[in-house]
């Protein structure tokens, strides 16, 4: 362990950068994580402050592989080799960067407010993270910074591996690194502190950098509320929060054995919600079917139950606009993917923790919601049964593994690995429904 918290290691960073002291720099943080740390720096240099917002176009059928990335200011940098060979059609990658343009444009919103970004054209421009793994973050900011008119830049992060430089050396004229540890496996093990960072940070970071006064945007989210789920005859207990202006909200599918007060999902709502996003919790069965353990894991009955409360939810005055995904844990994944299917679902979103989508059968096929698959990687049966259900899946999907994770992410730090997952997905991929 080398650094406490991000802050201490930005006041390490900054002090390897004193040089910068008025050479017309601006130091950008990568969200969410860089930014304390950007913010430690910038105010050692006496630098301002911004974020350096990227977006990888990942091909269409295969969305890992990136094709390009765009910043702001209108800026794209196309590999035209992986479009070739992918064999991605012109309007294709159009429509890909349509839709990460408007991602970008609401995290700016989110961040800065109604503030222009920062102009980087002829200036120093020292692009911070809090540390660099495979280093693909880092290499298309700085791509992105030059294409918006760096005259030079500076990489810089508290830890990076022995080998960073060999791996980015071409993309900065600088690369500065607290420390370079051969025994380098994440960067979470260079910190003790290395709590997720949340959007309200970013924002609070640059309006102070700014000086700027903290905005209403920092006001309490909506209390939760008890509500009472109509599911055709049945009535159902349930927690509604919605924060103001949430572009969405999410319904939580449980896994079997568990309910509304399940504490991992209320860990994972939490954080959605601090993320401006809404979350439903509730109860898939009534006491007296639950005592039934055929209708815990009768797939169809649960999917049916989902899509009932996604209806009750859409007629509910007020909520008829944002759009809506499903969070499904354990066995209640079949069930968000399963209903997710229906052709009238307009689901906009679904992410299964440690799920079992394999239960989902032939309806894989027929889900159109843009999925994100979260497995531990210490629960190899799960991870298989994911990757076959993966392999069925015709929409855009991603498997994620979180390395030491066993099937309830009871391992420190893991459930946080698993909100942040969450939270991007969700929040990348949710706008306004239409009917």
Not at 122 to 129: L, Y
Not at 132 to 153: L, Y
Not at 270 to 295: I, K, P, S, V
Not at 300 to 316: E, N, P, Q, S, V
């Amino acid at each position: 362990m080398l650094f406490m918290d991000r802050q201490e290691a930005g006041r390490q960073l900054g002090a390897r950068l004193e040089h910068l002291r008025g050479r017309n720099a601006v130091v950008l943080g990568l969200p969410r994580g860089g930014v304390p740390v950007a913010f430690e720096v910038a105010r050692a240099i006496g630098a301002p402050l911004d974020v350096c917002l990227v977006r990888k176009l990942g091909v269409p059928f295969q969305p890992e592989l990136g094709m390009g990335a765009i910043g702001e200011d209108g800026v794209r940098v196309i590999n035209d080799a992986v479009v070739r060979e992918a064999r991605v059609p012109r309007e294709e990658v159009a429509q890909v960067e349509e839709h990460e343009r408007e991602v970008l444009e609401r995290r700016g919103r989110r961040y800065r407010g109604t503030h222009e970004p920062v102009s980087v054209e002829g200036r120093t421009v020292v692009v911070v993270d809090d540390g660099v793994a495979t280093g693909s973050t880092a290499r298309a900011a700085c791509r992105i910074a030059r294409a918006r008119g760096a005259e030079r830049i500076v990489l810089a992060v508290p830890v990076a591996p022995s080998d960073w430089t060999e791996r980015l050396g071409g993309e900065a004229d600088e690369l500065v690194s607290v420390a370079t540890p051969r025994d380098f496996f994440a960067i979470g093990q260079f910190y003790a502190d290395f709590a997720q960072t949340d959007d309200e940070e970013v924002a609070d970071c640059l309006r102070r950098a700014a000086g700027r006064p903290a905005s209403t945007a920092s006001a309490p989210r909506s209390p939760e509320t008890e509500v009472e789920v109509s599911a055709g005859a049945v009535r159902l207990m349930g927690q509604l929060t919605v924060p103001d202006e949430a572009p969405g909200i999410v319904v939580f599918a449980h896994g079997s054995g568990s309910s509304r007060h399940s504490p991992r999902n209320q860990f994972v709502a939490a954080g959605l919600n601090r993320a401006g996003l809404g979350t439903l919790l509730f109860d898939l069965l009534t006491e007296e079917e639950e005592q039934d353990r055929g209708n815990v894991f009768d797939t169809g009955l649960l999917a049916g139950r989902l899509t009932d409360a996604t209806r009750w939810l859409r007629t509910r005055a007020g909520y008829e606009g944002p759009a809506v995904g499903y969070f499904g844990a354990s066995t209640g994944a079949a069930a968000a993917l399963w209903a997710a299917a229906e052709p009238e679902a307009r689901i906009a979103a679904v992410v299964s923790r440690g799920g079992r989508p394999d239960l989902a059968g032939s309806r894989l096929p027929a889900v159109t919601a843009p999925t994100l698959l979260i497995v531990g990687g210490a629960d190899p049966i799960v991870l298989d049964l994911n990757r076959q259900a993966q392999a069925r899946l015709h929409c855009e999907n991603h498997l994620s593994i979180v390395p030491g994770a066993t099937h309830l992410f009871e391992e420190p730090g893991t459930l946080e690995v698993v909100t942040d997952l969450a939270r991007d997905w969700f929040t990348d991929h949710m706008a306004p429904a239409h009917v």
